[in-house]
């Protein structure tokens, strides 16, 4: 052995190269102060033991062992050095700098102050344990089994921390950032240290995952106090598109709806000028025309001195089609005969003085008897024809003008501005696990417009539990102009009349607003394949456009038969990916473009499309390059499935080459079957001749960092659907197949969790706020509050009709209300109705420990409904308004012009079941009271209902439609006012048995009933109205105002009437 001590002196070893340098032919022993081994070499066949005091440097030099390597040192500075034992290489350190490669089969590292891992460094070994105070990593780390633990773990950009079978990582802190990536082939355990036996300990205080991955093929289990998944780059804006448009709507003076002209009828004749005709069931106008019709009779008099002569006369032919519009059979001559004349040509008249005369001697007198008779029984039969064709011509006439109007509003459309809130940069973090994932701590877990995805359980423990997606406003418009039309009449008596319009007046309503849900990616409106751009379109589809983030796929889908099942796929732009995990190979004979890190993956052989193309005896070195190797293949097709499904794998698969594999096996089955060539992307006609979920490679060009640009096979990813049971999400998503999740602080979401079983404990409150909850069978229970506020919550059946049951429960209140967006503009204001609080599923049990309130809600079950509060039930309403009012201008007796349109709606909740519904209040053992409230609302079984509470009390919901027009000529002006009330909702059915019970509680209160307004039926069986007190049936009063006025300045004299009545 060679043992070399400086005394603490420096020790310079420059530029020896491989072949000189500090050898030994045994062991090694060296003592140093500084040592300087740039470019140098230090080595030795057996065990060597560096104790340096200060600081090594070890810039391009090469410090190996073929056995195992010792290295001491106050700093450790490998600059693009290796630092490389055949057995175990440990570093112990203040700090250690690398920019080179420090490898062994057991690499240890122990750290006390900073590890710095540079962008060109790479740390790598069969087993790898790294402690440090700080560990800063840019590059690469390695390992078949990866443990690193210490206080802080950077990983950062271009870093990449990965293992071929299990990953550890034991520290306070885990930052992950900026498109670093933390990932292993087997699992991944995250804890707040790694103990003596390499066991994972504790908590960590803090993972930070920001725009960044970290997963695994196995389970990933991480305890942290605090968890953030966070969309670091998510950057919103919007884009405002108006359309130049051409719609017409006509309002009839006094009324306070507006009508499309194609609905309507057009009467040319009346007046010399027109009016409109509304629209008729018992008379449509392609049967009977918009026209009053002409009597079937009518009077031809002549002037015979001083007496008119008069016959009646037939404007109708006996074939004219009048007869058949109307259903009248026309004159009937059945049994009639002509009579012959018996002497023929005119021989039963005379000649007398000029003229003739009949003949009434003998045949003749016969005859001319007979031919009377013959005339009068026709004259008979078409006066009677006649007279019924007039009865359905007088009642079509009343009617027709009953509905004509000749005054009315003219409302032109001359665009339409719509702002859609947009996603303009983001870069979505994400957890992913192929098996299960836990997330244990006691803080917050935050995911921030991103993904965290298992492909077995998701279990959520402990803290407070944030699934955040991101909302914006989207607004609609309409810009347009109104007038008025009415016909004018011209002189006393005689019957000219001209058509007087105004001018044109601007009109603006104040916009509709709705909320949406933004997606996580950045989608772009080109195509990254504009043949199958234009294929889908042609089928009814819609294009695909492209995502910034290279396993973002956004969705086409197409519609390929009546049975309702579609096909989805990704039309998406490829960008070539970051990070140090992969290569960019473009030199022109490379097979694949992507290539994973050899020093990774070394050399395994992952399944990929070559598979595909070998299997149709198709030779992949004469094929186009491959975007990816099969590593990263693999990859492309997990987050095509996540993206399209919102699920880590298919139903049925638990492994990824194995999903792949079956999925390339449907693709070289469909291309024998039809005859296809790979690399040409499938048609839309194509596309619905699918029959199951494959794989196909569509060529795709790829543009390079030096903008040029390569084509390259892609495989893509086509699923057939036959109903939605697959999730395209938008917003943050939590998904898996089973989701398990416990908090000791609230539960927030307003993005998405889905899976099969989903099962959510809170022993705070449950918000579902703008989100989707969604599960083959879905659980949740507040030990407080569960709020749905204009979300979804979704129980899904399988193809059988089997499942989807969804559970509620709240320790206090349980609340589904539908938002409300207010919007306003120069014209006026608005109130619309956001996206309705849902809940829908198969079998549906809600259960408030205190009060159940629901406003503007669905709550729809396919089964049973069962819903009950241990105090008060009450289902209501939102409302909806707009107010409107356009400057008209002019001026008359101090009258000017306007339009002022005001309407309130009230959108009632809907409880509906296909089997048992019960809707019951004081639901508890002490009966302590409790009410049922129905306002303006709608309860429907198909089975028996119940309806159940010390107070019941079911009512409509009064609407209100105000529409007040007054117009100003140049010396007149008219006013109309209509101010109506509808009634709306109040109403509960059943299919079989309905049962209303008022029951006194425990005090002897309550006991009462009240119907207002309201309908109640059981439909096939007995409505029972139980109460044991009173029982009040009222009507709801609804008021009715009109106001019409008009004055002209010539006569100076007003007409004015008001008519006020309730109904």
């Known amino acids: 052995g060679l043992t070399l001590d400086t005394q603490g002196q420096a020790l310079t070893n420059l530029d020896s190269g491989t072949s000189g340098g500090i050898v030994s032919g045994g062991t090694l022993d060296l003592r140093a102060g500084s040592p300087d081994n740039t470019r140098g070499y230090i080595g030795s066949p057996g065990n060597q033991t560096l104790a340096i005091a200060n600081t090594v440097s070890n810039d391009a030099g090469h410090?190996?062992?073929?056995?195992?390597?010792?290295?001491?040192?106050?700093?450790?500075?490998?600059?693009?050095?290796?630092?490389?034992?055949?057995?175990?290489?440990?570093?112990?350190?203040?700090?250690?700098?690398?920019?080179?490669?420090?490898?062994?089969?057991?690499?240890?590292?122990?750290?006390?102050?900073?590890?710095?891992?540079?962008?060109?460094?790479?740390?790598?070994?069969?087993?790898?344990?790294?402690?440090?105070?700080?560990?800063?990593?840019?590059?690469?780390?390695?390992?078949?089994?990866?443990?690193?633990?210490?206080?802080?773990?950077?990983?950062?950009?271009?870093?990449?921390?990965?293992?071929?079978?299990?990953?550890?990582?034991?520290?306070q802190a885990l930052n992950n950032t900026d498109g670093a990536l933390i990932y292993s082939l087997g699992d991944i355990g995250i804890a707040g240290d790694i103990d003596a036996s390499g066991n994972l300990t504790g908590r960590m205080q803090t993972l930070l995952n920001a725009s960044s991955t970290i997963e695994a093929r196995g389970n990933l289990s991480i305890q942290s106090d605090t968890i953030l998944n966070r969309n670091d780059h998510l950057v919103t804006g919007s884009t405002t598109t108006t359309t130049t448009?051409?719609?017409?709507?006509?309002?009839?003076?006094?009324?306070?709806?507006?009508?499309?002209?194609?609905?309507?009828?057009?009467?040319?004749?009346?007046?010399?000028?027109?009016?409109?005709?509304?629209?008729?069931?018992?008379?449509?106008?392609?049967?009977?025309?918009?026209?009053?019709?002409?009597?079937?009779?009518?009077?031809?008099?002549?002037?015979?001195?001083?007496?008119?002569?008069c016959t009646t006369a037939y404007r109708y032919s006996d074939t004219d089609p009048i007869w058949a519009t109307f259903g009248v059979?026309?004159?009937?001559?059945?049994?009639?005969?002509?009579?012959?004349?018996?002497?023929?040509?005119?021989?039963?008249?005379?000649?007398?003085?000029?003229?003739?005369?009949?003949?009434?001697?003998?045949?003749?007198?016969?005859?001319?008897?007979?031919?009377?008779?013959?005339?009068?029984?026709?004259?008979?039969?078409?006066?009677?024809?006649?007279?019924?064709?007039?009865?359905?011509?007088?009642?079509?006439?009343?009617?027709?003008?009953?509905?004509?109007?000749?005054?009315?509003?003219?409302?032109?459309?001359?665009?339409?501005t719509v702002t859609e809130p947009t996603v303009t940069d983001s870069r979505p973090a994400r957890l992913l696990a192929g098996g299960d994932m836990l997330l244990d701590g006691n803080g917050v877990k935050r995911n921030d417009s991103s993904e965290i995805v298992a492909g077995g359980t998701l279990t959520v423990r402990g803290g407070t539990v944030q699934n955040t997606g991101v909302e914006g406003i989207r607004s609609e418009t309409e810009n347009g102009?109104?007038?008025?039309?009415?016909?004018?009449?011209?002189?006393?008596?005689?019957?000219?009349?001209?058509?007087?319009?105004?001018?044109?007046?601007?009109?603006?309503?104040?916009?509709?607003?709705?909320?949406?849900?933004?997606?996580?990616?950045?989608?772009?409106?080109?195509?990254?394949?504009?043949?199958?751009?234009?294929?889908?379109?042609?089928a009814n589809g819609s294009a695909p456009v492209g995502g910034t983030h290279p396993f973002a796929p956004p969705v086409i889908s197409i519609t390929p038969g009546p049975d309702g099942s579609q096909i989805l796929t990704g039309g998406f732009n490829l960008t070539l990916p970051g990070g140090s995990l992969f290569h960019i190979n473009t030199n022109p004979g490379a097979r694949y473009l992507v290539e994973t890190d050899p020093r990774f993956t070394q050399f395994r052989n992952f399944i990929s499309s070559d598979y595909f193309l070998q299997t149709l005896k198709r030779d992949p070195e004469r094929e186009l390059k491959r975007y990816g190797d099969g590593f990263y293949e693999q990859q492309l097709i997990n987050d095509q499935i996540l993206a399209l499904t919102g699920r880590r794998y298919l139903d049925g698969y638990r492994d990824t080459e194995a999903e792949y594999k079956a999925l390339m096996d449907a693709g070289v089955l469909f291309a024998r079957q039809y005859q296809l060539t790979p690399g040409v992307a499938l048609s839309a006609e194509q596309m619905a001749l699918l029959t199951t979920d494959l794989v196909w490679l569509t060529a795709r060009t790829i543009t390079l960092a030096d903008g040029s640009t390569t084509e390259v096979l892609v495989p893509q990813v086509y699923l057939r659907r036959t109903r939605t049971d697959d999730l395209r999400h938008s917003g943050a998503l939590m998904a898996a197949t089973d989701i398990d999740v416990h908090t000791t602080g609230d539960l927030v979401n307003s993005g998405t969790i889905?899976?099969?079983?989903?099962?959510?404990?809170?022993?705070?409150?449950?918000?579902?706020?703008?989100?989707?909850?969604?599960?083959?069978?879905?659980y949740a229970r507040a030990n407080n509050d569960l709020?749905?506020?204009?979300?979804?919550?979704?129980?899904?059946?399988?193809?059988?009709?089997?499942?989807?049951?969804?559970?509620?429960?709240?320790?206090?209140?349980l609340v589904l209300d539908t938002r409300t967006l207010q919007s306003a503009n120069p014209n006026g204001t608005r109130t619309?109705?956001?996206?309705?609080?849902?809940?829908?599923?198969?079998?549906?049990?809600?259960?408030?420990?205190?009060?159940?309130?629901?406003?503007?809600?669905?709550?729809?079950?396919?089964?049973?409904?069962?819903?009950?509060?241990?105090?008060?039930?009450?289902?209501?309403?939102?409302?909806?308004?707009?107010?409107?009012?356009?400057?008209?201008?002019?001026?008359?007796?101090?009258?000017?012009?306007?339009?002022?349109?005001?309407?309130?709606?009230?959108?009632?909740?809907?409880?509906?079941?296909?089997g048992n519904l019960a809707l019951v209040g004081n639901n508890n053992a002490d009966n302590r009271g409790g009410t049922v409230r129905l306002h303006g609302s709608t309860v429907a079984a198909g089975g028996n209902a119940l309806i159940q509470g010390s107070e019941v009390s079911i009512e409509a919901a009064r609407d209100r439609t105000l529409v007040d027009v007054q117009n100003v000529s140049r010396d007149q002006y008219t006013r109309t006012m209509r101010d109506m009330e509808t009634a709306s909702g109040g109403k509960v059915t059943a299919g079989n048995n309905?049962?209303?019970?008022?029951?006194?509680?425990?005090?002897?209160?309550?006991?009462?009933?009240?119907?207002?307004?309201?309908?109640?039926?059981?439909?096939?069986?007995?409505?029972?109205?139980?109460?044991?007190?009173?029982?009040?049936?009222?009507?709801?009063?609804?008021?009715?105002?009109?106001?019409?006025?008009?004055?002209?300045?010539?006569?100076?004299?007003?007409?004015?009437?008001?008519?006020?009545?309730?109904?």
């Open 481 to 538: 102009r109104v007038r008025f039309r009415r016909i004018e009449h011209h002189g006393n008596w005689s019957d000219n009349y001209t058509e007087e319009l105004s001018a044109w007046s601007d009109f603006t309503p104040a916009p509709i607003t709705s909320t949406v849900t933004l997606a996580n990616y950045r989608y772009e409106d080109h195509a990254a394949n504009p043949t199958a751009a234009r294929d889908v379109q042609s």
């Open 245 to 309: 448009v051409s719609e017409r709507l006509i309002q009839p003076n006094g009324s306070t709806e507006k009508y499309d002209p194609a609905i309507l009828g057009w009467d040319p004749y009346y007046k010399d000028n027109g009016r409109y005709v509304l629209p008729s069931e018992q008379y449509p106008f392609s049967r009977y025309g918009a026209s009053p019709r002409k009597s079937a009779t009518y009077e031809i008099c002549e002037n015979g001195g001083d007496i008119f002569n």
């Open 994 to 1063: 309905l049962t209303i019970l008022g029951k006194r509680d425990a005090n002897g209160e309550g006991g009462n009933i009240s119907l207002r307004g309201a309908y109640v039926s059981a439909e096939h069986r007995q409505a029972s109205l139980i109460a044991d007190n009173n029982l009040t049936v009222d009507t709801l009063t609804l008021q009715d105002r009109s106001i019409d006025e008009s004055f002209m300045r010539k006569s100076g004299f007003l007409s004015k009437t008001a008519i006020e009545q309730g109904s």
């Open 787 to 813: 709020k749905n506020i204009s979300g979804r919550i979704t129980g899904i059946t399988d193809v059988n009709g089997n499942g989807g049951d969804v559970t509620l429960l709240a320790g206090r209140d």
């Open 63 to 171: 410090i190996t062992s073929d056995a195992n390597l010792t290295l001491n040192a106050g700093i450790v500075d490998n600059g693009t050095g290796l630092l490389s034992a055949a057995d175990t290489l440990q570093i112990t350190s203040d700090d250690l700098r690398n920019s080179g490669e420090i490898s062994a089969t057991t690499t240890r590292l122990r750290i006390a102050d900073t590890l710095d891992n540079t962008a060109t460094g790479l740390i790598d070994g069969v087993q790898t344990d790294i402690r440090a105070g700080t560990t800063n990593n840019t590059g690469r780390i390695y390992g078949d089994t990866l443990n690193l633990a210490g206080g802080t773990v950077n990983n950062t950009g271009t870093g990449t921390i990965a293992a071929r079978d299990t990953l550890q990582i034991g520290a």
């Open 329 to 416: 059979a026309p004159p009937d001559y059945s049994g009639l005969t002509l009579p012959v004349e018996p002497v023929g040509g005119g021989g039963c008249m005379l000649a007398n003085e000029g003229g003739t005369v009949r003949n009434m001697m003998g045949a003749c007198g016969t005859y001319w008897n007979a031919y009377d008779a013959y005339n009068e029984a026709v004259a008979e039969r078409k006066q009677l024809a006649a007279a019924a064709l007039d009865q359905k011509l007088t009642a079509f006439n009343n009617d027709v003008q009953s509905r004509g109007f000749e005054v009315w509003n003219e409302y032109e459309i001359t665009s339409r």
């Open 754 to 778: 889905s899976g099969n079983g989903v099962t959510l404990r809170s022993d705070r409150d449950i918000v579902n706020e703008g989100g989707t909850l969604r599960g083959q069978s879905l």
């Open 832 to 914: 619309s109705i956001d996206r309705i609080a849902t809940v829908e599923g198969g079998a549906i049990r809600m259960d408030a420990g205190r009060d159940l309130i629901a406003h503007g809600a669905d709550v729809t079950a396919d089964k049973d409904l069962i819903a009950t509060a241990t105090r008060n039930v009450d289902v209501g309403t939102v409302e909806a308004a707009v107010s409107t009012r356009v400057e008209r201008g002019g001026n008359v007796n101090g009258r000017s012009g306007y339009i002022e349109e005001t309407a309130n709606a009230h959108r009632g909740s809907v409880f509906s079941a296909g």
